[in-house]
């Protein structure tokens, strides 16, 4: 792929990686590089444990604003297990819109998380299209975190 694409559809991996929240963040994790700036990711993934360890879920359950958390980031007493991982995800929705299909965690924790959930896959597409046009390259990576997913580089650069 030579340019980023406007949308990407992206996995947790399927079982058992997408059982948390916490992994499922490596689904869009693997978006970042090849969705546009200003472009939208959708996020597929069950879920079906929740959002992941109990310091993890405690941390996302207390952020209640992503930019607030990022502050306390600066203060070097300010430590969490696994904050890395809200970092990264920050990062992921800081470049696209993010849309979200997780079943195993509330909506209201998704949209504190500035995620925007959906209902189905197929809303998450439709909203996506109709934020970046008709005419918009979607990209699906169908195993996010497996994937390596890098523009301009072909299995035959390497």
Known sequence: MDEPADIVLVS???YPLDTTFYQAIKGMVAAIDVVKSDGSIILVSECSDGIGGAEF???VLNTMNMSDFMEKLYDPGFFVVDQWMLEVMYKVTKKAKTFCYCDGV???VLRQLSLEPISSPEQGIRLALERQGPSAKLLAIPE????????G??????
């Open 12 to 14: 947790g991996a399927g």
């Open 57 to 59: 879920t405690d941390l």
């Open 106 to 108: 509330e909506d209201s």
């Open 144 to 151: 996010g975190p497996y994937v390596l997913a890098v523009n």
């Open 153 to 158: 580089v072909s299995i035959f650069d390497f």
